[in-house]
């Protein structure tokens, strides 16, 4: 009896120890990583977006407080993105007159 069991486990571990188990891995993905120098991306969306439609005034032309207004009013009339506008108003308040 002994030998009998003794046979059937190791028949049976042999089994389990045979069979194959498949690795399951995510797929990897990749970012890439866009560093951005907003004074510079909103000098040149200011030139880019305003520039279409009239001369340009120097940024120190106004206060950072009289940018504001005026920045959203142009942004409603140009259509121009939240993104963009931010990026714009950043710029223009950095470089506005004290």
């Given at each position: 009896?002994?030998?009998?069991?003794?046979?059937?486990?190791?028949?049976?571990?042999?089994l389990l120890s045979c069979t194959s188990q498949k690795?399951?891995?995510?797929?990897?993905?990749?970012?890439?990583?866009?560093?951005?120098?907003?004074?510079?991306?909103?000098?040149k969306m200011f030139q880019k977006r305003c520039a279409?439609?009239?001369?340009?005034?120097?940024?120190?032309?106004?206060t950072s407080q009289q940018w504001e207004p005026i920045?959203?009013?142009?942004?409603?009339?140009?259509?121009?993105?939240?993104?963009?506008?931010?990026?714009?108003?950043?710029?223009?308040?950095?470089?506005?007159?004290?």
């Amino acid at each position: 009896m002994k030998k009998s069991f003794l046979v059937v486990f190791t028949f049976m571990f042999s089994l389990l120890s045979c069979t194959s188990q498949k690795q399951v891995t995510a797929p990897v993905q990749t970012v890439e990583v866009v560093s951005m120098n907003t004074e510079e991306s909103g000098e040149k969306m200011f030139q880019k977006r305003c520039a279409e439609c009239h001369d340009l005034y120097a940024p120190n032309a106004y206060t950072s407080q009289q940018w504001e207004p005026i920045v959203f009013d142009m942004q409603k009339k140009g259509g121009i993105s939240n993104d963009d506008t931010y990026l714009i108003l950043d710029y223009l308040k950095k470089n506005a007159k004290p």
